[in-house]
Nanobody, 115 residues
Framework: QLQASGGGLVQSGGSLRLSCAAS????????IGWFRQAPGKEREGVSC????????TYADSVKGRFTISSDNSKSTVYLQMNSLKPEDTAVYYC??????????WGQGTLVTVSS
């Protein structure tokens, strides 16, 4: 099970931190990440982190502004989002991908960035 939280309304240039709390599976065997989907747009991969070695990836659109991290003791992944732009407005979904490439999804959390 994945529980996403932390969305909200923020002004352009502001920051938010999203959390994705995992339960019911071995956190270390998964890649945990975030997708987002804005109204009328395709789903976009934002960032992910491979728990086994801590390696992470970012979409070009968020590099230098977003940082993904994990707290294995809490089985929680965080997405720190700084310098937010109106184009970051979307529903953000966390997911967990197993070693066999099975995906599990949490509910979305809405991020709204006002100009």
């Amino acid at each position: 099970q994945l529980q996403a939280s932390g969305g909200g309304l923020v002004q352009s240039g502001g920051s938010l931190r999203l959390s994705c709390a995992a339960s019911g599976f071995d956190f270390d065997d998964f890649t945990i990440g975030w997708f987002r989907q804005a109204p009328g747009k395709e789903r976009e991969g934002v960032s992910c982190i491979r728990e086994r070695d801590g390696s992470s990836t970012y979409a070009d659109s968020v590099k230098g502004r977003f940082t993904i991290s994990s707290d294995n003791s809490k089985s929680t992944v965080y997405l720190q989002m700084n310098s937010l732009k109106p184009e970051d407005t979307a529903v953000y979904y966390c997911y967990a991908r197993s070693l066999t490439r099975t995906d599990y999804w949490g509910q979305g959390t809405l991020v709204t960035v006002s100009s």
